[in-house]
């Protein structure tokens, strides 16, 4: 495992962050000799996408019991633009 220290991680840090994820080693980040961080690459788990009938509804189940007061969308909208 190579290792840098803060100062030259701080002023490498985008090209420090291309080589873990080229190579995929890992680089520990010394202060003095002592590792205080250390970069991995990240895990190669595929998050799956919500679909957008999921997105539908969670957005109708927060909007839930809010009212406009009979006020009507293009109200408010016109009586913002004043």
Known sequence: ?????TYEAKTRLS???AKVNATGQQIAIT???????LLTPPP????PQ?????????WRT?????????LKP?????QGRR
Request: aromatic residues 0%; charged residues 15%.
């Open 62 to 70: 927060a909007r839930k019991g809010t009212s406009l007061n009979g």
């Open 1 to 5: 495992m190579k290792s840098v220290g």
């Open 44 to 47: 190669h788990t595929v998050q």
């Open 31 to 37: 202060n003095h000799g002592v590792t205080v961080a």
């Open 15 to 17: 090209a420090l962050i």
């Open 50 to 58: 919500p679909s957008h009938a999921d997105a539908i509804g969670r």
């Open 74 to 78: 293009r109200d408010l909208i016109n």
